[in-house]
């Protein structure tokens, strides 16, 4: 059974883990494999969202935006009709990291210019620098940033507002009061421009291409309103079924318009063509909300749970799902919201650019929760097989990639990779030893794990040979007799005789060399004729022939008699 690393946990940092795995001796270089890896419990480069943080700390949150120049998370809000004791009404400014509420704007001005504290229905847009545009019950459209003691603030003449997007230019917001859609002055809430259509009150604004997409959930259509001529320039047909609204969104990058629609998501592109349909969360989950990010291409849907238990598949719970832009295929596994359910409101989402964090609003429970992204480790380099002596150093370093930074363990097989052990305290990002005998034949491999799951290098094979007695050095096995192999080359070769000590030694050598019995390699250094320089080099091999064996009164005498061959070719 393998032995599986635990996870780590941790926050997502935007980095990625870089550790390098070489396997390598004392003497000599650390080739190194292509990337890859034999595996893990997860694919390598999985993408995860896991909940990190959740945040109690700005009442029952409507509606939620990052802004991108302060980096602030600003909430709109209603009471908790729970606390009694405290109104959470307002626009609260939190850390996005941790939650701590920054500052508190509660007071707006009613429809006669009195100030008084005011719920937050809708975050429209942010304002150059820090603070927000926002819709509070039941016509005013509000500014204020963080640390205003109050919100400056109009009210649009005509019904209530049910639903905003920022406007064609940095001064207006567009409004809809249900079927009537208005371009509105931010300051005064004077109409500029106004249209009414057949039916809807939701819709999307696509900045880039200056339209607008106004949804009629009760007629399944939606309607394109050109706005340089403020004119409906097109009608597009949804599918039919209950009409239960959710959102409509439009993705900046590809102008892409995502309805959510009963329990899915209905995705046309720029020109309204239908591209396909998105579903999650469970069964009966309907989508609430949506978001997007350009740099990882995603879409990001939040589902709630109906909340009525006597319908089929209700369980109280909502998902997070994110979804490639491109092809609107799973970009991460969905993510459960425990109790986000749509009793007491819809809930909202915001991303931080890149996707590294998401937040997702849950009004029943008077919640904000943080999602952090985690990658699993892709391995960038395995280690290749590897030949040392005995009692020589080696090194084993890894390399792989993920978010949070992967931790890395060691591990070790005797039995050619069918079990595996971990190697003891070997938990950093180099392994070091002194290669011994019984490590022969084993096989190591790094396993790195994050908490978006684990993975594992492609094991190395160590070959250990016998070290030389005499000089620390390595040679190849021993054969019988206890002679090694050398190489000889040259065409004139070079005679042999035993040294004194009984060892081989080379005497006039022309390039080529012989194996010692004791494994090391002697050569001379005469020049070399014709057939030296593939001697050298070690690619022709001549063969020692003759030899004999004599004894005398004295004791052995190993005379050795070598009659060179011509290397041939």
Excluded at 141 to 156: F, P
Excluded at 191 to 206: C, I, K, P, Q
Excluded at 411 to 437: E, I, K, L, M, N
Excluded at 534 to 539: I, P, Q, R
């Amino acid at each position: 059974m393998t032995p599986r690393h635990p996870l780590t946990p941790g926050r997502a940092g935007t980095a990625s883990a870089a550790l390098a795995l070489v396997l390598a001796s004392a003497a000599a270089g650390s080739p190194v494999s292509a990337a890859g890896g034999e595996g893990g419990d997860v694919p390598q480069g999985t993408v995860v969202y896991r909940t990190t943080a959740q945040f109690t700390t700005a009442g029952r949150a409507r509606d939620l935006l990052l802004h991108p120049d302060s980096k602030k998370l600003y909430v709109g809000s209603d009471d908790l009709p729970e606390t009694t004791e405290a109104n959470e009404s307002g626009l609260h400014v939190l850390e996005p990291a941790d939650g701590k509420v920054r500052s508190t704007v509660s007071q707006a001005p009613g429809p006669t210019g009195t100030l008084g504290r005011r719920a937050v229905r809708q975050l429209v847009a942010p304002l150059p620098g820090d603070g927000a545009v926002f819709v509070y019950p039941l016509r005013g459209i509000g500014t204020a940033k963080d640390g205003d003691a109050a919100a400056a603030g109009a009210w649009v003449p005509g019904g209530p507002v049910t639903d905003a997007a920022p406007g064609p230019s940095a001064s207006t917001v567009l409004v809809a009061q249900g079927s009537v859609l208005s371009e509105v002055d931010i300051a005064t809430a004077a109409v500029r421009r106004s249209l009414t259509l057949e039916g809807g009150e939701r819709f999307a604004h696509d900045r880039t291409r200056g339209a607008v997409w106004f949804t009629d959930f009760g007629n399944r259509r939606m309607h394109r309103v050109d706005l340089a001529s403020f004119t409906v320039a097109a009608t597009v047909e949804l599918p039919a079924g209950e009409s239960l609204a959710g959102f409509t969104e439009v993705d900046p990058e590809t102008g892409a318009v995502w309805v959510g629609l009963d329990t899915s998501v209905v995705v046309h592109d720029a020109a309204g063509r239908p591209i396909g349909t998105v579903r999650g969360g469970a069964g009966s989950d309907m989508p609430r909300a949506a978001g997007f990010d350009a740099a990882t291409h995603e879409a990001f849907v939040v589902w709630q749970d109906t909340g009525d238990t006597s319908q089929p598949g209700s369980d109280g719970d909502g998902a997070l799902t994110v979804h490639r832009t491109r092809d609107l295929k799973e970009a991460a596994g969905p993510v459960v919201l425990p109790g986000n359910h749509a009793q007491l409101g819809g809930a909202a989402v915001a991303v931080q650019p890149g996707g590294a964090a998401v937040f997702v609003s849950d009004p029943a429970a008077g919640r904000i929760t943080r999602l952090e992204r985690s990658t699993s480790p892709g391995i960038t380099r395995s280690p290749e097989d590897r030949t040392v002596a005995a009692g020589a150093e080696v090194a084993l370093t890894a390399q792989a990639e993920g978010t949070p930074a992967p931790t890395v363990a060691w591990q070790f097989s005797t039995d050619a990779g069918r079990t595996w052990q971990a190697v003891p305290g070997a938990a950093s990002a180099t392994y070091s030893f002194t290669a011994a005998a019984a490590d022969n034949g084993r096989r190591y491999r790094a396993e790195f794990a994050n908490a978006a799951g684990v993975s594992r290098t492609s094991p190395a094979t160590l070959t250990v040979t016998a070290a030389d007695p005499a000089t620390g050095g390595g040679g190849t096995p021993p054969t019988t007799g206890g002679a090694t192999g050398g190489t000889a080359g040259g065409s004139g070769g070079s005679a042999v005789s035993a040294g004194t000590d009984g060892s081989a030694a080379t005497a006039g050598g022309a390039g080529g060399s012989v194996g010692g019995a004791s494994g090391t390699t002697v050569g001379g250094t005469g020049t070399t004729p014709a057939g030296g320089a593939l001697a050298s080099t070690g690619t022709a091999v001549a063969s020692l022939a003759g030899g004999a064996l004599g004894l005398t009164a004295a004791g052995w005498l190993l005379v050795r008699r070598t009659r060179p061959r011509r290397t041939t070719g």
